[in-house]
DNA sequence: ACTCGACAAAGTGTGTACACTTTTTGCCTT
DNA sequence: AAGGCAAAAAGTGTACACACTTTGTCGAGT
């Protein structure tokens, strides 16, 4: 009768997933397993095996006999993850020029528009984000290979805990958009080479701007993070 | 004192995936954790610790309260892994280019020969394969894009099940060579873009050959294979 | 005071027990 | 004989216990 469909290893998955993408859990953080079973009200058993997905899924870095440390992306590193999101994204747009359906395109175009009028309304720069990711996500999924998308997304979870960092000044926001509109505009025009260039350079640019971002202010902002925690976490 | 490096769920993890390379289990195959275990000589905990890992690499499926099963790739899905292993080896070779040192370039060149010697020998097409396998290995990692290689590594992986169903006619083995000599050409020209089209292409045609190979003799093939198990695997 | 090393505390890895879910078996009904 | 329901068997998910490893502490030697 009590049919269990999601496991516990699967919530508390979620759970720490969230706690990392929200700055709960910052990079760099160690977790032990014990506080969090405890924190959770569960066994170290599925706690232990969150954990190790996790681990495949590259948010947390473990080596055997030690604790469990959420991945902390050096810049060089922090470089050829958005290097390779790039080409994976340019290869997507490509692809989507030729594959996606006139709804999809359609769909594209309304985010797009939405974006633009968040511009000119100056709305939420949250909601601006979030468009800017669909925009993206949407182009991604176009391309219709399941790989692909799935590989496109494992990569942009890794950069997720960072993504916190950002800030859009003025002039990156209209280049942005500038972009966005050249890549659309060569999807709906069927031009797959310039919208694979556009959005590859667009994603790499992006990249360059965050990790600079970081360079210049990773210290201080996580210390001002609500909620921060540079060592252990606490109950 | 007795210094544990390897833990024994990595051992079990080793086991069971060169299993799934080897053979023994075959796409499809369903695992059962306390059999395996036995099987291994340890109790339940590293095996289920290994078939998550595992299952996030891709190779095995696996849903709540139901057993572990080989993934099984169906055609569709096939051809999408080489459609984006083939891009993301096509952005390597554009990468590795100009950043591969000349060391690795004649590392590359040497393998190269080498599988030209053995063609024109007629030498153990296992081997052949090897150095084939060890070229486009030797290009990704000529970019020094950690996260690219890695990526490309894990489609890869993915693939390994189903690579020994690859069977190379003549006619096969040299195109395939041939493609190699205009890739090297190409990176050693320093001309990026034909080193991304050609690798690109000649590993989406490689997929190709593959899907269809494995598309007619699939049922036959897998009740030939050695010690192969359609169904449970037996102790 | 500093280094080194033994001891103590904390934490991870694995074995085992048990609850709950799924699958199988076999009986009953039609 | 086929279909379906119920109980039993098998298997997965989780708690817990314990061994071994790592980490932290404290005192002795220099």
Redesign the pocket.
């Known amino acids: 009768?009590?049919?269990?469909?999601t496991?516990?290893?699967?919530?508390i998955r979620l759970a720490i997933e969230s706690e990392i993408f929200n700055g709960s859990l910052v990079p760099g953080a160690?977790?032990?397993?014990?506080?969090l079973?405890a924190r959770f009200?569960?066994?170290?058993?599925?706690?232990?095996?969150a954990?190790t997905q996790l681990v495949q899924a590259g948010l947390i870095s473990?080596?055997?006999?030690?604790?469990?440390v959420v991945s902390e992306l050096d810049p060089g590193t922090l470089l050829d993850l958005f290097e390779a999101l790039s080409e994976l994204e340019g290869s997507a747009a490509f692809l989507s020029t030729t594959r996606m359906s006139r709804a999809e395109k359609q769909h594209l175009l309304t985010i797009h528009e939405a974006a633009a009028d968040n511009l000119r309304t100056q709305g939420d720069p949250n909601d601006y984000a979030k468009l800017g990711s669909a925009f993206h996500h949407g182009i991604v999924r176009g391309c219709h290979n399941t790989i692909l998308i799935e590989t496109t997304d494992w990569l942009s979870l890794r950069v997720l805990p960072y993504r916190r960092f950002q800030v859009m000044t003025p002039g990156r926001l209209k280049k942005n958009q500038a972009d966005h509109d050249t890549i659309i505009s060569a999807i709906v025009a069927g031009d797959a080479d310039v919208a694979r260039e556009t959005i590859q350079r667009h994603t790499l640019e992006q990249g360059d701007a965050l990790m600079r971002f970081i360079a210049l202010n990773k210290t201080k902002a996580v210390d001002r993070l609500p909620r921060a925690v540079n060592e252990?976490y606490s109950v």
């Open positions: 009768m009590t049919e269990r469909e496991t516990q290893a699967d919530t160690s977790m032990e397993e014990g506080r079973a009200g569960v066994s170290r058993t599925p706690v232990r095996e954990i473990k080596s055997a006999h030690r604790r469990a252990e």
